[in-house]
């Protein structure tokens, strides 16, 4: 694997020789004599506003010391990713998003994008960094104050000081506002003690908990004086230097997991076990020595929420890791399209090659778009997030909309990972499900990233509560009188159902039309009004649905929201797939490159299609589509399919992963010297005069 | 595990105490005093016409010897689960699909019946069984004669001659017709030569290949006389009793896959192998001495399916054990989701159970909707199979029947696979992830289903075809204006566009109707008029656009075939999705008693809906139901959703698991426990006077 993984790729593009008869329709850009993009240019935008950072750590994980090996037992794969998390400090890779002050870069952009690279490596390298340096290190940052940082930062960046990031108990993940851990404040001692009163409080699936945390910061309700301040956090020394348990601490290895295994996922629980008084992280609420609590934040609800919002980091990066290995997967399924052949088409040449069957550019090319979408996306967020983390724009307005837009983009991005991922290892057959070629590690790995970090259904719903917040603050003080008089005006409104009903007047003039005049009716201002009219639409039908709710007993209204729980989710995706496009749109105008900007339009476009498709019944329902404009969008979305066929390589190409990034086999040349060699053979044997007849041939005779 | 393991299941139907408050709305059946299935009855149906094979296989893997052990290296699992194949001889598991001559049970359902049971104790298991008595000993069998049964079936059966099925190549998996491995007859030694010529041609993915094969059941192209006669199998051994490859004889393993590592896959080479002319597997055609080649079968193409076809029952064992391995992640996530809690409803007063959620449910019920229309569906492919397999009712019709039927119904049932599989992982959150709770490893173990014995895309365009082909029959022989006039006369037909036509003008009398008014159009007979009209009318579609092709050179005939390939595939899918619904619909009208047809009338409907709502802008596009119709389908599923939660648990455990087959701690008992010990806790706390005030509480004060 390693000798194939260190070939030079050889694009199909450069290469096609017409050994067995050209191909019918053109295979690359090249080929097709027309627009082409600027790969170098690509990659540049791609790799985003942090592209050095990104280079210089795809530069370093070329070294295979960092790579993942198949087949390890989780003990040799957790002793193999600790190695490596040494590595990383010793090329400075720990330092990034902490203080120069303590040896840090002071750079949360940079920090972010490098960690988001380490998944072409190993996805349990991405995570275990991130559990020590992103959660761990970052609760002691961003919970701490100057004495936490003084005495652990060091010994955190440097790895001298493994810990666990203890929030998630059994049994309660996505409401950590519930967790049953306890740290009741002793005045009689200055200490808190930390307990777990049942087995559902155990704190679990915590990275560094089954074998190499020393510490964990530790979630807990926080009790002082009879009165519960809700959950706050405290570091907690877990093991003495032979990493033996300290007293009172238990714990459980979680085991084999579906994927990650180089991480020492496990479980702890704490039997009254005492910390100094300081050891409570105390930014944003305080213990004194005598008892009393004291918080520059007064709501409860406003002080949980700042603190888990101080941690928002997790989810930022995983969109965008879960974005960079799916590009992985669509450069080996893309790759392996463009050279594995299967059946002759019938026509007696030669046999087809993958990629130029129909479903099969169905199968992949709208996941290239969508990914790329993701790239576009990922780096607003990744800047919405630098800006605020760096204090350049850290208002409490800016705070909700990076924590709403990393609670929008990450359900979309993880999802659309595990279907981009397992589409590309079903295209490759056989060879997809072969550890080697590296897409089922990937399924089983980023499996998770859908449910960790919050639940993707969990953070759509936090989404769509936002929605419906906004939503309603354009009624603040107004009756329902008028909210009723908002929802007929609507009708008629630029976005809203009058939209539908002009464009459902249109549809007669549509049919019949030429296959032209009706792309011109999909272009990007009529996507950007349907995917915008979808979101603002359905938000005003939920409000109105939910109204009621203000009147009914609490469990009445409970069971009213409940009613209509898939919706809410609902509308929160299509905000998130509207953000996604309206970022790609983004990027397309500010390309310079004529060449370039033509092809991403016609992608950005197959995105925007592809999404309309997917919604299209709600589309039709809601008279926003007519029967035949509806109809006509797949057929839209097979011609840009044929348009874009020819670009598929240089698209994934440029994401600029190299044959050290990649390592699949069948993405790094085997296949096309199968191919050839086969090909050569069957042509030498005709020209020898050897070649058996066939048998049909015969009968023929 | 074990320990979980053995506990008996205690359903929440039964145990569910009011310690924090009584849920608000029924949890069970017997809570909703209302019609109720009865479990045992269903349970009889959905093990279906070999129940008592089934129940005996079942009882059989309670021994723990037969589970899979988590975390193991592939050299252990091989080695376990060879060990396990040796278990199977020993309780006559290997003897039921052989003639009873041979120590046999001449009997085939039976035989797929207790083999897909396997898939409850190891997938790795139920595969390598297959490979060695479902592909390895049914060639010998079914393409062999008896020269070939005398010697090789007794020690086949017995498991003292382990064999591969070596027919897929590197280079060719679904195109079987075009491998590359030749095998070319000497008169003068009566030796067929067994030859790869190049690396693409090597065998591949071959289970029993890499390690415990002693011989081959070999696919190559029968050249005699400087003809090719096509693709026929011979029987090669492989390695001598020391495990050492014969001279000639080469291969490779295939390493670490994404699943099924109890599974020795390798790759199989021939350099010029020897092997008598007997060895010819000569059913269906034969060479004599002097090398001329005879066949029953004159055509080469009908007799090469014809050799393909006699293969059929991977295709059927794994639409049955990609059903029962939905029907245990379901029993899983459905037993999790009634027991675990999550977030207070907001009323105040407990945690909500999982499967209150309205998106909870959304979530799980249409899935045990579809994998009951799989287990119907599946039984009535099995009697096919088992009266063409017995003699009882083998005709060409009913081959290709069988055969279409197994295309039909095999990409439905493994695509519901990995679908319900990872929606139930997802819906236990963190604990879906651990191995213990075994979801992610049947994901990882039945990936593969969807591309082995015929990629799921390549089946469902055979079944396409076949639908193509049923169609033309009615034409045949009429001219072009036959077909178009046809095609006009379909306007005004009974399931065609006139009736979409119809629905239309009955939309408005449906606005402003009540919900019941809306659910009677859309019973079981509207249902099937929707569901079987889509298949006529888009396989009529396809013909229209497809009929051009017979007047155009092959090249672009081929093309225009690929333009609608997508859509092809589409059809098919559809025509499958049908089938299943009219077998759940045919399994509903036999039931006697009354809840329990009331109840599996409600899940049919939610299986139908179900349909209808997945393809719903087909429905709107081509007029065969109105914006409110169409509108009305999601809430009427809402409804069901509803109706059915009750009965969710009895609906998992009708598939009659016991904790042996079930084996995850979280629908063990274990998650009930720590509910259970939580709620205690509290309200222990609260009795004492102990409890912390909340600081919410004291600022309200």
Not at 603 to 630: C, M, P, T, V
Request: proline share 3%.
């Amino acid at each position: 694997m390693a000798d194939a993984a260190v070939r030079t790729s050889r694009p199909a593009t450069n290469r096609r020789t017409p050994a067995g008869g050209a191909p019918r329709a053109p295979h690359s850009a090249a080929e097709a004599a027309e627009a082409r993009i600027d790969i170098a240019a690509v990659e540049n935008m791609l790799l985003g506003t942090w592209a050095d950072t990104r280079r210089e750590t795809r530069e370093a994980i070329k070294d295979s010391a960092f790579w993942q090996v198949t087949g390890q037992t989780k003990e040799e794969h957790r002793e193999r990713v600790l190695t490596q998390l040494h590595m990383l400090v010793d090329i400075e890779g720990s330092r990034r998003a902490f203080p120069a002050e303590y040896g840090g870069h002071d750079n949360n952009g940079a920090n972010i994008a490098g960690f988001e690279e380490l998944v072409l490596a190993d996805p349990s390298l991405q995570i275990k960094s991130g559990v020590q340096w992103g959660l761990f290190g970052s609760a002691i940052y961003q919970l701490g104050t100057k004495t936490h940082w003084d005495r652990w930062l060091p010994a955190v960046i440097s790895l001298e000081l493994p810990g666990a990031f203890a929030m998630t108990e059994t049994g309660h993940g996505s409401d950590v506002a519930a967790i049953g851990t306890t740290a009741t404040y002793d005045p009689d001692t200055e200490e808190f003690v930390i307990n777990t009163p049942f087995r559902g409080a155990w704190k679990d699936y915590l990275g560094n908990a089954a074998l190499h945390g020393k510490a964990a910061t530790v979630f807990a309700q926080l009790i002082t004086g009879g009165v519960n301040y809700g959950v706050h956090c405290f570091f907690v020394p877990l093991r003495d230097d032979d990493g033996n348990f300290l007293p009172g601490i238990g714990g459980e290895d979680d085991g084999v997991k579906g994927g990650l295994n180089g991480i020492d996922n496990g479980r702890l629980h704490f039997d009254h076990v005492r910390v100094p008084r300081e050891n409570l992280l105390n930014r944003y609420g305080d213990v004194a020595p005598d008892g009393s609590y004291s918080s520059d934040i007064a709501s409860p609800g406003r002080r949980f929420f700042t603190m888990l919002g101080a941690l928002v980091q997790g989810r930022v990066s995983l969109d965008g890791a879960a974005t960079t290995a799916s590009a992985l997967a669509l450069k080996i399924a893309v790759t392996y399209g463009n050279q594995r052949r299967q059946f002759d088409s019938g026509s007696g040449t030669d046999e087809v090659t993958l990629l130029d069957y129909g479903k099969h550019q169905r199968r992949l090319l709208p996941l290239i778009a969508q990914n790329y979408a993701q790239f576009f996306a990922h780096d607003e967020l990744l800047t919405t997030f630098d800006g605020v983390f760096s204090g350049r724009n850290d208002t409490p307005d800016e705070r909700e909309n990076l924590e709403t837009l990393a609670a929008a983009l990450k359900p979309l991005s993880t999802w659309n990972a595990l279907n981009t991922i397992q589409e590309a290892r079903e295209a490759c057959g056989g060879q997809g499900f072969l550890a080697e070629n590296r897409l089922v590690g990937l399924h089983h790995d980023l499996d998770v990233y859908v449910t960790f970090e919050g639940d993707n259904n969990v953070l759509l719903q936090l989404v769509g509560k936002r929605l419906l917040a906004d939503y309603a603050r354009q009624f603040k003080g107004a009756d329902a009188a008028a909210l009723a008089k908002f929802a007929v005006g609507q009708t008629a409104g630029k976005v809203f159902r009058g939209a539908g009903l002009r464009q459902l007047g249109q549809s007669v003039a549509d049919f019949g039309s030429t296959a032209r005049s009706v792309e011109l009716g999909l272009r990007a201002e009529q996507q950007h009004e349907l995917l915008a009219g979808r979101v603002e639409q359905m938000v005003a039908d939920l409000a109105t649905a939910l109204r009621p709710a203000s009147k009914l007993a609490p469990a009445e209204a409970a069971d009213l929201f409940n009613q209509h729980q898939a919706e809410l989710i609902e509308a929160a995706r299509a905000h998130g797939e509207l953000l996604q496009w309206e970022a790609f749109s983004d990027g397309v105008k500010a390309i310079q490159d004529e060449g370039t900007r033509q092809v991403l339009t016609w992608l950005r476009d197959l995105f925007g299609l592809h999404l309309i498709e997917k919604h299209l019944a709600w589309y039709l329902i809601n008279g926003r589509l007519s029967a035949q404009r509806a109809a006509s969008v797949s057929r839209y979305i097979g011609r840009l399919c044929t348009r874009l066929r020819p670009h598929a390589q240089d698209l994934v190409d440029a994401y600029g992963l190299a044959p050290e990034h990649v390592r699949a086999p069948i993405a790094s040349g085997a296949e096309q010297e199968r191919q050839d060699e086969a090909r050569e053979h069957y042509a030498r044997l005709k020209a020898s005069g050897d070649a058996p007849t066939s048998e049909k041939a015969l009968q023929k005779k």
